[in-house]
């Protein structure tokens, strides 16, 4: 099938535009003529189609946003494959940005405006985790800002990777490969791969966290190598040496979350967001998220 604008690709399904374009595949502005409402299509590159690993990845996104059912999480509407075997998705259309996206063009959040994303957020990981759904690629790329009123929603996107516990989660990780962005990858994600559970989940969103407030990430180096030590070590400036206006409890909050004992960090996403307002000083964290930047997610 020749993907382009006025293409049907099912009898209800009208592509417009392409949104954009990656190495695993498209994302397409559709008009879905069933909904009456237009929404967003993804679909796999050929040049992946044979491979396994990566089918396998495109059908669990679809599958956990399924099982999940959060307002934190895009939603999908269908999947399939064309008639002539092409594979997509079609899910909500997302207009706003993406986290990585708003802090270049705006600079880094304010504690209460990360707080509202952080409280978001974790809300999507919670009902991920209590699926027994690990998401293991948490980044600034995956937390999206929609527009809500003239202040942000979040939306986590992007299960692609997401370890569901039982045989699937063998499957995925059979080869070997590294899944996720070593970035934001605990160290048990990064050294012990397989044996990541929902914490993992929860150190990455800290370090998104970080992200959001400073502009930068903590953990750095210029090889891989370099930066899997700062991560092991837990080698990172304190963020009030670097925004000395931020509360002083700030620091505590990244010291229990990249703790190099797994068990003292947090131990779920509610005592995480939690405990990110406690040391905020602020009371009611959702009502002060950032205003959204325009465009579509792709």
């Not at 998401?135 to 299960?159: C, Q, S, T, W, Y």
């Not at 970035?183 to 012990?192: D, I, R, T, V, Y």
């Amino acid at each position: 099938m020749s993907l382009q604008p006025g293409t049907m690709v099912t009898s209800t399904l009208r592509l417009v535009r392409l949104i954009g374009r990656g190495a695993m595949g498209s994302v397409w502005l559709a008009d879905h003529l069933g909904l009456q409402s237009q929404v967003a299509v993804k679909f796999m590159a050929p040049a992946v189609a044979d491979d396994e690993v990566s089918v396998q990845r495109f059908r669990q996104e679809a599958k956990a946003a399924a099982e999940i059912r959060s307002p934190h999480v895009v939603q999908v509407f269908d999947h399939g494959r064309t008639e002539d075997g092409q594979l997509y998705i079609v899910m909500e259309l997302l207009e706003g940005a993406s986290l990585d996206k708003w802090v270049k063009v705006k600079g880094p959040l304010g504690v209460t405006e990360a707080a509202g994303v952080v409280t978001q957020a974790c809300k999507a990981l919670a009902k991920a985790h209590e699926r027994g759904i690990f998401h293991r690629d948490i980044k600034p790329a995956n937390i999206f800002l929609i527009d809500g009123g003239g202040e942000a929603f979040v939306k986590v996107l992007d299960f692609g990777v997401a370890k569901f516990t039982g045989e699937e989660a063998v499957n995925m990780t059979a080869a070997g490969n590294m899944v996720g962005t070593p970035a934001f990858m605990s160290p048990e994600q990064l050294f012990h791969g397989k044996e990541v559970d929902h914490r993992g989940d929860l150190w990455s969103l800290a370090v998104v966290t970080y992200f959001a407030l400073l502009g930068k990430r903590p953990f750095v180096g210029k090889t891989l190598g370099e930066l899997c030590i700062s991560i092991k070590h837990a080698q990172y400036v304190p963020p009030t040496a670097l925004r000395p206006e931020l509360p002083a409890e700030i620091d505590g909050w990244f010291a229990r979350a990249f703790h190099d004992d797994i068990a003292l960090r947090f131990q779920s996403a509610k005592e995480l967001a939690q405990e990110f307002e406690l040391a905020s000083g602020i009371s009611t964290v959702m009502q002060s998220t950032p205003s959204v930047v325009a465009g579509v997610h792709t």
